[in-house]
C-alpha cells in the first residue's frame, strides 16, 4: 500500500495551463492521519499551446526512510493541439528497498510504443497488458494532466483516464463531487470535491477479492480563474492504518 501511493502520488499531482506559456511550481507533504509524515514531492512543470513537460520526485522522509528509502524521479513530454495531448516520451526511476528500476517509453507514429526497461520485469501479470491497450493510454504523469484538463473544461467531477506505466493498464476516474472554497499551500479560490477511483485492469495479479478492497478515494482540484486545468490539491485514500493523504504545502504559478 505504501508503495502505491508513491507511485500514484508520482503520477497525481502535476499541473499545467495551455492558455499561453506557464510554469508550475508544487510541494507536497504525504501522511498518515495527517500528522505522522511519510514522504514528499516536488513538481515543476511548463505548458504552451503547443507543448507540455512534466518532472516530478517523490521520497520518504522522517521516520518512513528509516524503513522505506523510496525515491522516484520522473518525466513526460509532449504537444497539445485541439485534438488534444499526444505524449512523446515517458521516462521514471524507481528506487525503493535496495533495488532500482528505470523505464523509459518513446511513443511514435500510430501510437506504436518502444519501450526499455532495465532491469526488465520477470513477471508481465495475469492477463498482461495488450499492445492495443498499451497504444491507446496515457503514460502516468500525462493521464492525470488529460484528467484534469477534463474536470477543467466541465467544471464537474467528471473524467476519465486509461494508463500504461510500463507493465500495467489501468483506469483513474472522477464523480459526484460538491463545490468549496479552498485555502492552504498557497492556493486560495475555488475548488471541487471528486471521488477518486483507481481501477486495475491489467498487468496485474490481484484476486477479485483484492480488487473489490481497493478503497474510493477524494481528490480536490483548484479551478482558478483563466486556467485550462485543474490542478490536483489534495488526495486522501483510506488504508487500514487511517487515511493517507497528500496535500499541497506550496503552489505557485507564474506565465
Known amino acids: 500500500m505504501f508503495r502505491f501511493l508513491f507511485l500514484l502520488g508520482a503520477a497525481l499531482f502535476v499541473g ?9 511550481r508544487l510541494d507536497y507533504d504525504v501522511a498518515v492521519l495527517n500528522v505522522v509524515v511519510l514522504g514528499t514531492a516536488s513538481y515543476q512543470v511548463t505548458a504552451s499551446d503547443s507543448r507540455y513537460a512534466v518532472r516530478a520526485n517523490v521520497r520518504t522522509s522522517g521516520l518512513a526512510r528509516l524503513f522505506d528509502q523510496t525515491e522516484i524521479n520522473a518525466a513526460t513530454s509532449g504537444s497539445v493541439s485541439s485534438a488534444g495531448l499526444n ?14 528500476r528505470r523505464v523509459q517509453i518513446s511513443r511514435g507514429a500510430g501510437g506504436v510504443l518502444n519501450a526499455q526497461i ?11 497488458a495488450s499492445p492495443t491497450q498499451q497504444r491507446t493510454s496515457y503514460d502516468p504523469l500525462s493521464a492525470l494532466f488529460a484528467l484534469g484538463r477534463q474536470v477543467n473544461a466541465r467544471q464537474q467531477c ?3 483516464v486509461f494508463v500504461f506505466d510500463g507493465l500495467q493498464h489501468f483506469r483513474l476516474s472522477v464523480s459526484g463531487g460538491s463545490s468549496r472554497q479552498y485555502v492552504g499551500g498557497g492556493y486560495r479560490g475555488p475548488a471541487l470535491v471528486c471521488q477518486f477511483r483507481y481501477e486495475p485492469i491489467a498487468g496485474f495479479d490481484l484476486t477479485a477479492a483484492e480488487r473489490a478492497r481497493i478503497p474510493v478515494g477524494e481528490a480536490i482540484f483548484a479551478l482558478p480563474a483563466g486556467a485550462s486545468f ?5 488526495l486522501s485514500v483510506p488504508t487500514p492504518l487511517g487515511a493517507a493523504v497528500v496535500e499541497v504545502r506550496n503552489y505557485s504559478r507564474t506565465s
Do not use: C, M, Q
Open 118 to 128: 532495465t532491469p526488465n520485469y520477470r513477471e508481465w501479470g495475469n492477463p498482461p
Open 16 to 24: 499545467v495551463g495551455t492558455v499561453r506559456a506557464e510554469t508550475y
Open 230 to 234: 485543474a490542478a490536483p490539491l489534495r
Open 158 to 160: 467528471r473524467g476519465a
Open 87 to 100: 505524449w512523446s516520451r515517458y521516462d521514471i526511476s524507481h528506487a525503493y528497498e535496495g533495488k532500482f
